[in-house]
């Protein structure tokens, strides 16, 4: 392989053969874009000669299309600003676009480490979060809230502290997921006007040192006009550079919709399991065999990925936690940190809820037989008896069906109650509607 990198990059190579993991490929395009449209905005600004500006940008421009991604050998885990990274873009790019056109002097023009490499850290996020997580978690939502509407007549029994409670139906408990995808859907859309702030401009502290007053403005407008992610200069400079409180917003977003996932594919696993020996209330689509050893055995395997990629993600956060702790004085020193987790936590989340609703909610089936018998023989449903009776008769009714194990409409008749009024308050479509009694 020939090496368009040079000794800045050589240097961070033998530094820091940490992990083997290299900086996400998303970063490093969003820095060739960058630089790219920080060639254009100096020569326009009368910063940089207008050739060398066409060369730098032309070879950021490959950077920026993917091209060239085994020039970028540095280990993720390396000094805390990416200043290692910025070098070796800036020497590829230098290379790449010919004689006389050096890595810091033109290349890095009106740039620090500093506060163009959180940048492209921001844009990737946006990127992700606006083309694949929001498109993704919308998809699941979609899903869910088709089978609140395919489900809505089919009562069940609910259920609280994992026992028996009154009825409810199938759609309301799939809308209620759905729900809870919508609002990790606003919770995403909410933050990322704060991601969009970036602290490009800034240079080496906040303060814009060595850098055209115009210079950020004019980058973030070509920016958006040739990539469609909205990016705006920040209200504070100071605070954008000092700080990566945006993205840790963000990633405290991703472990909300974490939390979300991990009970709604806990409770999915659980409605489907048996399916004799367990609730049996749905059954998922059986995508491969379930046991090497036991036949015909169904696994909720796609609710288990979910469960595990939320578990991911939940630990990402802490670490990008501790990583926004470090914002000493004037810089935040662990981005890269913040950009692995981060930007991996957004992929595996795209990536699961998107099988997940696709490949499982989609295919998810009612056994009515089974919710119908649950729903009409759950003991709670005495709650409707309460208004009537009082709340310790009801109990008796109740005691009296569970030491019996007769049905809760057999020990209301035993109790005296009349055929009429037990089969309207005992109907469980009626209890499950929610209709107030009388």
């Not at 089919?154 to 995808?181: C, N, S």
Request: proline share 3%; aromatic share 4%; charged share 20%.
């Amino acid at each position: 392989m020939v090496e368009y990198w040079g000794s800045e990059t050589q240097k961070a190579v033998e530094n820091f053969p940490v992990s083997g993991e290299r900086v996400p490929a998303s970063v490093i395009r969003w820095l060739g874009r960058i630089k790219s449209a920080a060639a254009t905005a100096n020569a326009e600004l009368g910063m940089l000669d207008g050739e060398i500006a066409r060369r730098v940008a032309a070879a950021a421009d490959e950077i920026g299309a993917g091209q060239h991604g085994d020039q970028f050998p540095v280990d993720i885990f390396q000094t805390g600003s990416g200043t290692s990274t910025n070098m070796n873009v800036n020497e590829v790019i230098a290379h790449l676009a010919g004689n006389g056109v050096h890595a810091n002097d033109h290349v890095n023009l009106g740039q620090s480490s500093n506060d163009v490499f959180p940048t492209a850290v921001h844009l990737a996020a946006l990127e992700m979060a606006t083309t694949s997580l929001i498109p993704s978690l919308r998809s699941l939502h979609e899903s869910l809230a088709a089978k609140s509407i395919e489900f809505a007549d089919l009562a069940k029994a609910g259920r609280t502290h994992l026992m028996d409670a009154v009825p409810i139906t199938l759609g309301q408990e799939f809308g209620a997921f759905a729900q809870q995808m919508q609002l990790g859907i606003e919770r995403v859309e909410g933050s990322i006007a704060r991601v969009s702030a970036v602290p490009l401009g800034g240079t080496a502290v906040g303060s814009g040192l060595n850098t055209h007053p115009d210079f950020a403005r004019r980058v973030l407008e070509l920016l958006v006009r040739r990539t469609g992610i909205e990016a705006v200069e920040p209200v504070d400079r100071f605070e954008a550079q000092a700080s990566r409180d945006a993205l840790v917003e963000l990633s405290g977003v991703l472990k909300v919709i974490a939390v979300s996932l991990t009970k709604i594919a806990n409770d999915i696993a659980l409605l489907a399991s048996g399916p004799r020996a367990g609730l049996g209330e749905i059954t998922l689509p059986e995508l491969q065999k379930g046991s090497s050893i036991m036949p015909g055995k169904v696994n909720p395997v796609l609710a288990e990925v979910v469960l595990q990629v939320a578990a991911q993600v939940i630990g990402n956060d802490t670490a990008i936690t501790i990583g926004g702790m470090q914002g000493n004085f004037q810089l935040n020193v662990r981005v890269p940190l913040i950009a692995r987790n981060l930007l991996g936590s957004m992929q595996i989340l795209a990536t699961a809820t998107s099988l997940f609703s696709e490949r499982c909610v989609a295919g998810i089936g009612a056994n009515t037989a089974r919710l119908a018998w649950l729903a009409d023989n759950t003991l709670a449903s005495a709650t409707v008896l309460n208004p009537i009776v009082g709340y310790d008769a009801a109990t008796e009714i109740v005691r009296r069906a569970q030491d019996d194990q007769i049905s809760l409409v057999d020990a209301a008749r035993e109790f005296g109650l009349d055929d009429a009024l037990i089969e309207d308050r005992l109907n469980s479509r009626r209890i499950a509607r929610g209709n107030q009694v009388d």
